[in-house]
């Protein structure tokens, strides 16, 4: 009982990693139509951003000039990344997604491939290929609950994943611009015509991905705290598995199918010889498709939604 | 007449280039030797490609410096040729095949990892090109290919060396292990200590086997499993960037035995990520660099100095892998300028390499083999995050 | 269907345009492998010689990439070099000898399409084969570039055609590539894993198409686990289903101590040479060809275009889709049998998502729905590639740079959306520069 209480824990820290990119991935796919493969990298540059953010207040608080607690830090960290990083999601949309709205899909799948692989090569050129650790913002604390381990790090990064993910919805259900979002995902030909300004709806839903991404990265780097140039890619990837397992258009969605990723993937390790993890994992993932076509929260496909 | 116009100017342009061609004079004709880097440079393992570089560009520094390479007699300069393998096995096969019929070198360092490095031995023993893996620790690099040599130890070496050293020092009995399953050194590591430690302590004693997958970062699930296994110790023999997290996990989770490690936590990046968590735990590496002496501290310094970081293993075995090549070279008795003659003749004084004197260990190719005969040493992290000496296990 | 090199005069205007033209006209396909001919043949006789005596170290092996980006002194001697073994002898020759190519050409084509293809294709090979004899990287080069030509076209069935988003490829490439490993080396050598050859290796050559077509068979079979879902589901869903494919075979294959798991397989027979990959890779364009333009393959166009109205017209979707699924993954298990005989070893690393990222590239880039954007996308990335060598990490600046560009100027690719009829290429020209047959030379859609 306890090891499956300790892998609880473990799988909700490690989903909510797999919940934040996804709803990134779901957001632009929702409302613009578009595979953002370069998102799993708008997150590793994030994580780096976060990284040198931190670094840069830790190093001001060192010298004495600006002295601040850890938790304060880290609340600064996160939001300043998540401006930058959403600035950089937004220059993404204008220079690789805006001049392809009209192409088939899978051209822009192929230019945010190729942003990502940019990304990747920049980092590595512009600091090396050595590996970055991420500053210790806070200093974990381990304590037992009845035979599980629990530290502060692993409930914060559950926490704040899980707030972000509501805030975002509420953003969604309650604002005007996120009904204009709402609006664009449900017809995206039409609604332009309405007055509905496409071109921020677009550049804000890439700032609001790539600024959650961010927010990824941060958690991860407090979490995981060695950061290389390649770590996006197979985040990315996961993590587009469950922003489609969650179905189309839906946050909701795609925070569960982000924490159900996790909980196969913790579970099955636990379950099974774990050798055979990624096998198992994406066999269930394959034969939840096979009963459910459409995701877990998805509509089945209309003709205008085509690749 | 449009023919006519036509051939006008084609033979202006002609004459024009011919002109620029011939008219750059000939330059000076050093003689110069050739070794190619064939490393992983982009991809997923861009650390190992920068040192592999770091490495032999002082090395072929060095050799210039004091005036080249002599054989025979005469002086020659070294020249690096370095071409990138983006971690992918078909780039590779195709660079090793440029660096042999291209730029006509006459040693290859490199590929380092055991993907990239199995194709490029293939190619490098068909070409009968002199090929050093400095990293490459899958069987396959080098069995049944007399071109192809490597500066490490074999997983079947260090596995029960580690083996020993857990029975023999703590007396312990029960094992776990964690390793990357899609990663073949860690995984040929974990299977021969494995074997060993069952050999000694009897069926049953590694009470938790677990794996993961390459570019994983979360082991709860893993660690959770082995912790309530009842093992005595954890054996883990991932690289240095993976073992900040599965160290610092497992304090997470409450885990308070030892942890053992192998060749690949040699880094000081991993005391830099992994702070004061990794203090006390055992490893067992090539060389030891707090209180090296000799040849490695100077290597260490100047490596230091010249790249800001202290060299990992990859740095010090590709320095052990190209000073191979040096030595050979030197004692190939008189190079002919023919570069398949040479070739030949370095690959015989290599396989003749007898308690070469390297920063990583004294190395002895034995007969008709490239694995290296050499002693491993068992490094404590200790509390200052220096690697201190511990003890060496010899085969 | 125009290859870039004879438009008809006066389309676009502009002189220098319109004297491109002049020369190219009246030069069928037959005349430029004339001159390609021409030009390989020069560089293997007189190559070296012409490269001591313009100063260069030895022949430029990819088009003089290596010296331009590393050594620019050698540039003129470089562009020296290129001028007079490639440029002149390919377009003198093509120019001199149009009058009898275009003759065979016409004999050719009126009695025997057939033989004209064999024909064509013949030549082409020789110029390959001459091309690749001066230099073994050039070989490696070249046969790595025709396997993925087959990848990127047998993607593009599935993906273009079909307009299916597959990430399946790397999967199915490695069903191919370590099921025909084990036939061969099972079969055929003596190796420490499997023991003792079971026939005499002299059998191994008449054996090893079998081997080719077993492994693609198995990466057909494979392919059932993608088809089937691909019933119900589609776009974006079945994108992670083919993702999870791909997932799936690499932790199968990592798992499977048997073919040696993680540390690979090694020891295929040296049976991939210049002359089988090229014969396979002719194979795979000319049934690919044939498949997406027949009855099939329009109904592949329809299935993407509007699937319910596909089902409307008669179309049977389930096995169009099956069709295409198992047709594009035979051919990727193919070029992955090819692949671990060119490398004489696999490893289950290989096939992974770097690998797609890659064959996706290629396939955009070249061009949706179209057999020559394949050819091209395939040769040009893998060609750019190697050439960029000297550029080292900003290789991966560049070349991503340029498939951005590409895709924001061309949406579709270089070359999207045309249909490749071989008989039209192969025609004899007229003097007026156009082509005898122009019926069939489709613009597509």
């Given at each position: 009982m306890t090891v499956f209480l300790q892998n609880l824990v473990n799988a909700l820290q490690w989903g909510s990693f797999y919940a934040l990119i996804a709803i990134g991935y779901s957001m632009v796919y929702s409302i613009l139509?578009?595979?953002?493969?370069a998102h799993g990298d708008v997150f590793m540059t994030g994580a780096y951003i976060g990284c040198g953010i931190a670094m840069l207040l830790l190093g001001l608080g060192a010298a004495g000039l600006l002295v601040l607690p850890g938790w304060l830090v880290l609340g600064l960290t996160i939001l300043l990344a998540m401006i930058v990083t959403a600035g950089l999601g937004m220059f993404i949309e204008r220079v690789g997604y805006r001049p392809l709205?009209?192409?088939?899909r899978a051209s822009a799948a192929i230019t945010g491939l190729m942003i990502g692989i940019i990304l990747e090569t920049g980092n590595l050129i512009l600091l090396g290929a050595q590996r970055v650790k991420f500053p210790a913002l806070i200093q974990p604390v381990t304590f037992e609950l009845g035979g599980v381990f629990l530290t502060n790090q692993k409930i914060m990064i559950v926490v704040v994943a899980l707030g972000l993910a509501l805030a975002l919805h509420q953003f969604i259900r309650r604002t005007r611009w996120g009904m204009a979002m709402r609006a664009m995902a449900f017809d995206y030909a039409v609604v332009p015509l309405m007055g509905v300004p496409i071109n921020r709806i677009a550049a804000l839903t890439f700032a609001l991905g790539s600024g959650l991404a961010a927010a990824a990265g941060i958690l991860f780097g407090m979490a995981y705290p060695v950061l290389d140039p390649y770590m996006g890619i197979v985040f990315g990837w996961k993590s587009f598995v469950a922003a489609i397992l969650g179905g189309r258009g839906s946050i909701l969605g795609a925070t569960l199918a982000g924490f159900l990723l996790g909980f196969i993937e913790i579970f099955v390790a636990m379950v099974f010889p774990s050798t055979l993890r990624d096998f198992i994992a994406y066999s269930i993932i394959l034969l939840i498709l096979v009963f459910r076509p459409y995701g877990l929260f998805g509509e089945p496909y209309s003709v205008r939604l085509r690749l | 007449m449009k023919n006519v116009r036509l051939c006008t100017v084609l033979f202006a342009v002609l004459v024009a280039v011919l002109g620029l061609a011939l008219f750059p004079a000939a330059a000076q004709k050093t003689p110069v030797l050739k070794i190619g880097i064939n490393a992983?440079?982009?991809?997923?393992?861009?650390k190992v490609g920068e040192a592999t570089k770091y490495a032999a560009q002082m090395y072929v520094e060095d050799v210039n410096k004091a005036g080249g390479i002599e054989v025979g007699g005469k002086k020659y300069r070294l020249e690096l040729a370095i071409e990138d393998n983006e971690a992918k096995a078909e780039s590779a096969a195709k660079a090793a095949t440029k660096l042999i019929?291209?730029?006509?070198?006459?040693a290859i360092v490199g590929p380092q990892a055991s993907k990239q490095a199995v194709p490029a031995g293939e190619v490098c023993n068909n070409y009968k090109t002199p090929m050093v893996s400095?990293?490459?620790?899958?069987?396959?690099?080098?069995?049944?290919?007399?071109y192809v040599f490597r500066a490490c130890f074999l997983d079947d070496f260090q596995g029960p060396a580690l083996s020993i050293f857990a029975s023999q020092e703590y007396r312990f009995k029960k094992a776990a292990v964690l390793y990357d399953?899609?990663?073949?050194y860690p995984k040929g590591l974990a299977e021969f200590f494995k074997k060993d430690w069952e050999k000694r302590?009897?069926?049953?004693?590694?009470?938790a086997y677990e794996s993961f997958t390459t570019?994983?970062?979360?082991f709860s699930s893993q660690l959770t499993k082995i912790i309530n296994s009842g093992a005595e110790f954890l054996f883990t023999p991932q690289y240095y960037n993976e073992v900040p997290l599965i160290v610092q996990q497992a304090k997470q989770l409450g885990w308070k035995k030892p942890i053992l490690g192998s060749d690949?936590?040699?880094?000081?990046e991993l005391v830099k990520l992994?702070?004061?968590?990794?203090?006390g735990h055992f490893f067992v590496s090539?060389?030891?660099?707090?209180?090296a002496k000799g040849a490695t501290k100077e290597f260490i310094d100047r490596y230091k100095a010249k790249y800001g970081s202290i060299p990992d293993d990859v740095a010090a075995l590709t320095w052990d892998a190209i000073g191979l090549i040096g030595a050979a070279i030197r004692n190939?008795?008189?190079?002919?300028?023919d570069v398949k003659k040479d070739r030949e003749a370095v690959r015989n004084a290599l396989a003749q390499t007898?308690?070469?004197?390297?920063i990583t260990g004294t190395i002895s190719f034995p007969p008709g083999s490239g694995d290296p005969i050499k002693c491993a040493n068992i490094v404590k992290i200790n509390d200052k995050g220096e690697f201190e000496f511990y003890k060496s296990v010899c085969p | 269907m125009e290859p870039h090199l004879h438009r008809p005069s006066g389309a676009l205007g502009g002189g220098r345009r319109d004297r491109a033209a002049d020369f190219a006209r009246g030069v069928p396909l037959l005349g430029w492998l004339f001159g390609a001919l021409l030009a390989v043949l020069l560089e293997s006789f007189f190559g070296r010689d012409l490269a001591d005596f313009l100063d260069?170290?030895?022949?430029?092996?990819?088009?003089g990439f290596e010296y331009a980006l590393n050594?620019?002194?050698?540039i003129p001697g470089t562009l020296a070099f290129l001028f007079l073994v490639y440029a002149l002898p390919l377009l003198l020759g093509a120019r001199l000898l149009r009058g009898p190519a275009n003759r065979i050409a016409r004999l050719l084509a009126a009695r025997a399409p057939g033989v004209a293809l064999l024909l064509h294709l013949a030549f082409l090979y020789g110029i390959l084969h001459l091309w690749t004899e001066v230099s073994d990287y050039r070989l490696i080069v070249a046969k790595i570039t025709l396997i993925a030509v087959m990848l990127t076209l047998s993607l593009n069935v599935v993906?273009?055609?079909?307009g299916e988003f597959s990430c399946s490829h790397p999967g199915f490439m490695a069903l191919g590539a370590y099921a025909g490993s084990l036939v061969t080396i099972v079969g055929f050598t003596n190796s420490?894993?499997?023991?003792?050859?079971?026939?005499?290796?002299?059998?191994g050559p008449v054996f090893f198409p079998l081997a080719l077509l077993l492994g693609g068979a198995v990466a057909a079979v494979g392919a059932l686990a993608v088809a089937i879902p691909s019933f119900r589901t589609r776009g974006d869903y079945l994108a992670i289903i083919s993702l999870a494919f791909t997932f799936i075979v690499k932790s199968l294959i990592e798992n499977l101590e048997i073919v040696g798991g993680p540390r690979g397989l090694r020891g295929q027979?040296?049976?991939?040479?210049l002359p089988v990959v090229f014969v396979c890779t002719v194979i795979c364009v000319a049934m690919i060809n044939q498949f997406v333009r027949s009855i099939y393959g329009l109904g592949l166009n329809a299935v993407r275009d509007n699937e319910m109205a596909a089902e409307a017209m008669t179309i049977n979707t389930r096995r169009t889709k099956m069709v295409a699924f198992l047709f594009a993954a035979f051919w990727a298990g193919v070029a992955g049998v090819l692949f671990a005989h060119v490398l004489r070893y696999v490893n289950?690393?290989?096939?992974g998502l770097q690998q797609l990222a890659e064959v996706l590239a290629m396939m955009y880039f070249g061009g949706l729905n179209s057999v020559v954007g394949s050819i091209v996308g395939a040769v040009s990335i893998n060609l750019l590639s190697e050439m960029l060598r000297?550029?080292?990490?900003?290789k991966w600046i560049f070349i991503p740079l340029l498939l951005i560009l590409v895709m924001i100027f061309r949406p579709t690719g270089l070359i999207a959306f045309r249909e490749f009829d071989p008989l039209a290429w192969i025609a004899p020209r007229d003097g007026n520069g156009?082509?005898?047959?122009?019926?069939?030379s489709g613009e597509g859609k």
């Open positions: 139509m578009l595979f953002n493969f709205r009209e192409a088939p | 992983e440079i982009t991809g997923d393992i861009p019929t291209v730029d006509e070198v006459i400095a990293w490459s620790t899958n069987p396959n690099t080098t069995k049944d290919r007399p399953v899609a990663s073949d302590n009897g069926p049953g004693s590694v009470v570019k994983d970062t979360d690949s936590w040699a880094s000081d992994c702070g004061k968590d990794c203090f090539h060389y030891a660099s707090a209180g190939a008795g008189k190079l002919t300028g007898k308690d070469y004197p390297g | 260069l170290p030895r022949v430029p092996v990819l088009f050594k620019p002194r050698l993906n273009g055609f079909m420490a894993m499997f023991g003792a050859a079971l026939l005499p290796p002299a059998l027979p040296d049976w991939a040479n289950p690393g290989t096939f000297p550029l080292e990490i900003w156009s082509r005898e047959r122009r019926e069939n």
